[in-house]
């Protein structure tokens, strides 16, 4: 007894332990970023994916990328994780920060080696971060929001690397249009609510040229009835979230009914009620109606003969964009209606045929606070992607307007924060300082990317560019990633927003953290043989 083993786990726990997890998780996070790295840069590659119902993605967006992948390591998928992280957050730099999180553990691995303890290599990692964001404030510098040109070479910087760069101006426009529009100050505090308020939809069909922001709301419906006006100048629009039928009962209700008269009076206050309500919309006189719910045909035939149009069973989203477009307040009974509910914001309403189906349009609103950006291209592949492209696009210029700072793009601002890095490595003492300057050393990686991923010479241009940055005043020297040669980024207008930069930082060097500090991995998942396996045992 006293020289046997002691079992405490269940044996078909699987588990591992110290230094052969920490290979294992920087491994899988190393595996992670080189399927990520061909997609950095003006330069990038697309990658297609096939999802398990056949249909297929292609694209070059990091979180796109992974989302779409399975994995099965744990902490590849924390990999994964960070990556939406980053673009629920800022909305780009998705592929970057796979990058830089693969090459801050792959830089950890030799001290680890060395025997040199996880807590260390972590306080030097938290060190450098807290240095890294310091200095990239020091780097950054302010802009005028409200200087257009300046704004579009921004949100260009960040279509560049995108399948829509062809057709950059078009989206620049576009992304800056939306997103000035959905802009609020609520007492000096801005609040841009891209998600609700700019919608994007995508028609099949036509080219990408025919693609714009529509100064109101689009909404894929027709008209109720055939004979309402498809066409009316200056609408008054009212918006309702309630049905124009008769309530049915919740439950089922039985009636017992002894005279016939009764039978015609029930049938009679269906149509009083409905009349009731018909009446209550036209007392408000509107020219347009939309509800979230149905319409009976009674209803339509009162509105109609008061020539009012209808259209039934918008989306609730729908309706708070119709109604931010065009300053009317949604009503929730009809006999609340009053004159203030009445929208009268917009210019024009006009039913269209695209392609194959009928689309409502509520535009030349004179001070929309919501939108719709019509996409045209020409399969669903292609829309699909050209709605990303226009998300990172809006969320770009959405991160500049709340913070109207800037850095460097091109790698410039990971080599001049490297530089700084370095040269404080110097002054610290100890053993922390390797670790400390590694980290330094990792936010290479992007420049290097940018380099290979053109296709000339990483090492000697990567030496010549760490060259450039010990020189004075060259902080704003980065790869050209359509040449792959050093080029100054206010020569060629690359900037990149300080928010994104930052968050790209901190999210990467936290997930090295988080992941070196893992040294023991217990799964306990059976495999499904072995179930079986001792099931049949036990029926024995």
């Known amino acids: 007894m006293l020289g046997g083993p002691v079992l405490v786990l269940n044996q078909n726990i699987k588990r591992e332990s110290g230094h052969k997890v920490q290979t294992g998780n920087i491994g899988a996070a190393k595996t992670i970023?080189?399927?990520?790295?061909?997609?950095?840069?003006?330069?990038?590659?697309?990658?297609?994916?096939?999802?398990?119902?056949?249909?297929?993605?292609?694209?070059?967006?990091?979180?796109?990328?992974?989302?779409?992948?399975?994995?099965?390591?744990?902490?590849?998928?924390?990999?994964?994780?960070?990556?939406?992280?980053?673009?629920?957050?800022?909305?780009?730099?998705?592929?970057?920060?796979?990058?830089?999180?693969?090459?801050?553990?792959?830089?950890?691995?030799?001290?680890?080696?060395?025997?040199?303890?996880?807590?260390?290599?972590?306080?030097?990692?938290?060190?450098?971060?807290?240095?890294?964001?310091?200095?990239?404030?020091?780097?950054?510098?302010?802009?005028?929001?409200?200087?257009?040109?300046?704004?579009?070479?921004?949100?260009?910087?960040?279509?560049?690397?995108?399948?829509?760069?062809?057709?950059?101006?078009?989206?620049?426009?576009?992304?800056?249009?939306?997103?000035?529009?959905?802009?609020?100050?609520?007492?000096?505090?801005?609040?841009?609510?891209?998600?609700?308020?700019?919608?994007?939809?995508?028609?099949?069909?036509?080219?990408?040229?025919?693609?714009?922001?529509?100064?109101?709301?689009?909404?894929?419906?027709?008209?109720?009835?055939?004979?309402?006006?498809?066409?009316?100048?200056?609408?008054?629009?009212?918006?309702?979230?309630?049905?124009?039928?008769?309530?049915?009962?919740?439950?089922?209700?039985?009636?017992?009914?002894?005279?016939?008269?009764?039978?015609?009076?029930?049938?009679?206050?269906?149509?009083?009620?409905?009349?009731?309500?018909?009446?209550d919309i036209i007392r408000v006189k509107p020219d347009l109606v939309f509800t979230e719910k149905g319409i009976s045909d009674l209803a339509q035939h009162y509105l109609?003969?008061?020539?009012?149009?209808?259209?039934?069973?918008?989306?609730?989203?729908?309706?708070?964009?119709?109604?931010?477009?065009?300053?009317?307040?949604?009503?929730?009974?009809?006999?609340?209606?009053?004159?203030?509910?009445?929208?009268?914001?917009?210019?024009?309403?006009?039913?269209?045929?695209?392609?194959?189906?009928?689309f409502t349009f509520v535009t030349e609103c004179k001070d929309p606070k919501a939108c719709t950006i019509l996409l045209r291209g020409a399969s669903k592949e292609i829309l699909a992607e050209v709605e990303r492209n226009l998300q990172d696009a809006m969320q770009v210029c959405r991160n500049v307007l709340l913070q109207p700072c800037l850095v460097p793009g091109g790698g410039a601002v990971e080599m001049a924060v490297s530089q700084r890095l370095t040269e404080r490595s110097r002054s610290l003492t100890g053993v922390q300082q390797w670790p400390y300057r590694a980290a330094a050393q990792a936010l290479e990686v992007v420049p290097r990317t940018l380099i290979q991923n053109c296709g000339s010479c990483a090492i000697r241009t990567l030496t010549s560019l760490r060259a450039k940055h010990t020189q004075e005043r060259s902080g704003v020297w980065g790869v050209n990633g359509e040449t792959g040669a050093l080029a100054d980024m206010t020569a060629l207008g690359i900037w990149e927003p300080l928010a994104v930069k930052a968050q790209t930082y901190k999210t990467a060097v936290e997930t090295a953290i988080l992941l070196l500090r893992i040294d023991d991995i217990v799964s306990g998942h059976k495999k499904k043989g072995e179930e079986q396996a001792q099931g049949g045992q036990g029926a024995e």
């Open 304 to 358: 109609m003969k008061a020539n009012i149009t209808a259209i039934r069973r918008i989306r609730k989203t729908d309706n708070h964009r119709i109604a931010r477009a065009c300053g009317a307040r949604i009503a929730s009974r009809t006999d609340e209606l009053r004159d203030d509910y009445v929208g009268t914001g917009a210019g024009l309403f006009e039913v269209k045929k695209i392609g194959d189906e009928y």
């Open 33 to 279: 970023a080189d399927i990520i790295r061909t997609c950095l840069g003006p330069r990038a590659m697309l990658k297609m994916l096939l999802d398990p119902m056949g249909g297929i993605v292609m694209t070059n967006d990091g979180n796109a990328i992974l989302r779409e992948i399975q994995v099965q390591h744990p902490a590849a998928k924390s990999m994964i994780e960070i990556s939406r992280t980053q673009d629920e957050e800022v909305g780009d730099g998705t592929t970057s920060v796979i990058i830089l999180a693969g090459e801050m553990l792959a830089v950890a691995e030799q001290f680890l080696e060395q025997q040199m303890h996880p807590t260390v290599v972590i306080s030097a990692y938290r060190q450098a971060l807290e240095d890294m964001l310091n200095t990239l404030k020091d780097i950054s510098t302010p802009v005028d929001v409200n200087d257009r040109d300046m704004m579009i070479k921004i949100i260009n910087s960040a279509i560049d690397t995108k399948a829509l760069s062809r057709w950059s101006d078009l989206a620049c426009s576009i992304a800056l249009d939306a997103v000035r529009t959905v802009e609020m100050d609520n007492n000096g505090r801005k609040e841009i609510d891209i998600k609700k308020y700019a919608k994007v939809e995508k028609v099949p069909g036509g080219i990408i040229e025919d693609s714009r922001v529509l100064s109101g709301v689009m909404v894929n419906k027709d008209v109720t009835h055939p004979r309402m006006r498809r066409l009316i100048q200056n609408p008054r629009i009212v918006l309702l979230d309630c049905s124009l039928e008769f309530k049915k009962g919740e439950s089922q209700t039985d009636i017992e009914i002894t005279r016939e008269e009764d039978f015609t009076r029930i049938l009679e206050m269906e149509e009083e009620y409905i009349q009731q309500i018909c009446e």
